[in-house]
C-alpha cells in the first residue's frame, strides 16, 4: 500500500473542509478509513480450494463517517471509495438524516497516541508474493488431522494488510498499517480451534493448536457411559470461559448499560468500588500487547490504547467508556476491546496447572461449546444450557464425549472460594472450574 491511500483521506478532509466553509452548521467531524488487501484459501471436506472454498484476492475500502452539526445534531455514516468519490451527492442527505442527541459526543483530541506494534513483515511478503504459504499451512494442518484419525477437515485461512487511518477536524491524524491474521481448522464437525492475531503464526504457536484439535477430536470419538444428573463440576476451556466472561460480566461493564439502568451495576457501584468477584480477582483490558489481534492505537474516536483495570482486588474500578458516555459518568473513556478480546482475568493466588486441575475433579464435564449463550439474561449471571460438546471426567480422567443440559450461576461462582482458575500454556486467560448442576 502506499501514498495514494493516504491521500484519500486528505481528499476526504479536504471535501469536508470545503462544505464547511459553505453551511456554518457543521462544526465538526471525525472519520476512519480502512483500506485493505488479502488472501483467503479455505479447505472443506478434506481438499484445500475446492468450489466451496476457492481461494480469493480481496481489496476494499470501508470506514464511517461522524459529523456534528449545530444544536446538537449528528450524523453517522458508513464509508466507501464511491461514497467518497461522490460525496457532493451524499452530504445534504448525511444533513437532512442527522438526528438529535442533547448528550452526543464531540471530538476527543488526545495529548499522545501510543506506539504499538500491528504489523507483521512476513504477512505483507506472503500477500504481496509468497502466496503459496497459505495453501502450504492448510495442507500442513490437513495431514497432521489426518494423522489423528480425523474422517474430515475443513479450515480456513486469511491474513490481510490493512492500511487504517483515523482524522478529526482538529488536527488528529493517525496512519498505520495492520496486518491481521486468522486460521482455524476443525474435524468431523464436531471440535475446532483457531488463531487470530496481527503476525504469521511461527510453528510452535501452529503446531499447539493442531495438537490440541488432535487430541480433542479423538477423544470425542469415544463415547462416555450415560450422565448421571445431579451435581456436577464444569470445567471450561479458556475460549468458552471467555465466552461466559463476555456474556455475564463484561456486557454489565459497558458506560451506556449502566448509564441506561441496563446492566447489573448501577453507577453507584462503580464510585463506590463495589465488591463483585472474590477479592484475589482482577480484570484488565490491554489494547498494546505487540502484533495482538486486538491490539492499537486509537480507537475511531481518537481515544488512545492502553491498558486499565476494569475490575481489582474483586472490586469495581471503571465502566467501559466511550467518549460519550465517559462524559455522561464523569470518567475517562477506556480502550474499547476489539472483536471481543483483550480482556484478562488474573488471580493473585497461585493457580495449579491445567491438566493437574483435572486430576483433582471426582465427577466432571469438561465444556467444548455450548448452544444458545446469547439468549440468557447476561445481568442475572444464571444459565441453562445445552454442553453440545463435552467429556466426562470421572476420578482424574477424561473418559469420553457426552451431552448434557447444564444449570449454574456464572457471576455467583465468581465470588465463591470453591471456583478455580487452571494455568494453560499460552492462553491469554485461565481454564476455568465451578460448581453447577447437570441433566440428561
Known amino acids: 500500500m502506499g501514498v495514494s491511500e493516504l491521500e484519500l483521506a486528505l481528499k476526504l478532509s479536504e ?29 472443506k471436506d478434506n481438499q484445500i480450494g475446492g468450489p466451496y472454498s476457492a481461494p480469493a484476492y480481496k481489496r476494499s475500502i470501508s470506514g464511517e463517517l461522524y459529523l456534528i452539526w449545530k444544536n446538537h445534531r449528528f ?34 483530541n488526545p495529548e499522545k497516541i501510543p506506539e504499538v506494534l500491528v504489523e507483521d513483515a512476513k504477512v505483507k511478503l506472503i500477500i504481496g508474493a509468497e502466496i503459496g504459504e497459505p495453501f502450504e499451512l492448510l495442507d500442513q494442518g490437513r495431514k497432521r488431522l489426518l494423522d489423528f484419525g480425523m474422517r474430515k477437515v475443513d479450515g480456513k485461512v486469511v491474513c490481510y494488510e490493512d492500511l487504517r487511518t483515523v482524522v478529526n ?45 488432535g487430541r480433542i477430536g479423538q477423544l470425542l470419538e469415544n463415547p462416555a ?33 449502566v448509564v441506561n439502568r441496563q446492566s447489573r451495576f448501577t453507577e453507584a457501584d462503580f464510585l463506590n468500588r463495589a465488591l463483585v468477584l472474590r477479592e484475589d480477582l482482577q480484570l484488565r483490558i490491554n489494547t498494546l500487547l505487540p502484533l495482538r489481534s486486538f491490539s492499537y492505537r486509537c480507537s475511531n474516536e481518537g481515544v488512545p490504547g492502553g491498558e486499565v483495570d476494569l475490575i481489582n482486588a474483586g472490586r469495581l474500578q471503571t465502566p467501559i467508556l466511550n467518549v460519550k458516555y465517559g462524559r455522561k459518568i464523569g ?31 471426582d465427577r466432571g464435564l469438561l465444556v467444548l461449546s455450548v448452544l444458545g449463550l446469547h439468549t440468557q439474561d ?5 444459565f441453562s444450557l445445552t454442553a453440545d460438546q463435552s467429556l466426562l471426567v470421572e476420578n482424574g480422567r477424561i473418559i469420553g464425549k457426552t451431552k448434557a ?28 472450574l465451578m460448581a453447577a448442576t447437570a441433566s440428561v
Open 75 to 108: 450524523t453517522s455514516s458508513k464509508l466507501d471509495l464511491k461514497t467518497i468519490e461522490t460525496f457532493w451527492e451524499h452530504i445534504g442527505a448525511w444533513k437532512a438524516t442527522s438526528y438529535y442527541d442533547p448528550d452526543g459526543a464531540g471530538l476527543y
Open 169 to 213: 477536524s482538529q488536527g488528529l491524524l493517525e496512519c498505520y498499517t495492520q496486518t491481521p491474521v486468522e486460521f482455524y481448522f476443525q474435524v468431523n464437525d464436531s471440535y475446532g480451534r483457531s488463531y487470530h492475531e496481527k503476525k504469521w503464526p511461527d510453528q510452535s504457536e501452529f503446531n499447539r493448536i493442531i495438537e490440541d484439535i
Open 15 to 43: 471535501l469536508l473542509f470545503s462544505y464547511a466553509k459553505q453551511d456554518s452548521d457543521l462544526k465538526d467531524w471525525r472519520f476512519v478509513i480502512h483500506q485493505s488487501r488479502g488472501l483467503e484459501v479455505g479447505l
Open 225 to 257: 457411559p450415560k450422565l448421571k444428573s445431579g451435581p456436577i463440576k464444569l470445567l471450561f476451556y479458556p475460549d468458552v470461559f471467555e465466552a461466559f466472561l463476555r456474556h455475564f460480566l463484561i456486557n454489565n461493564l459497558y458506560g451506556n448499560l
Open 331 to 361: 470518567m475517562p473513556p477506556t480502550p474499547l476491546p476489539a472483536g471481543g478480546r483483550g480482556f484478562f482475568l488474573r488471580s493473585n493466588m497461585a493457580m495449579p496447572a491445567w491438566d493437574d486441575l483435572i486430576r483433582t475433579i
Open 405 to 432: 443440559v447444564i444449570n449454574g450461576d456464572f457471576l455467583n461462582s465468581l465470588t465463591q472460594d470453591e471456583s478455580q482458575l487452571g494455568l494453560i500454556e499460552c492462553e491469554d486467560n485461565p481454564g476455568y
Open 378 to 382: 447476561s445481568s442475572s449471571g444464571s
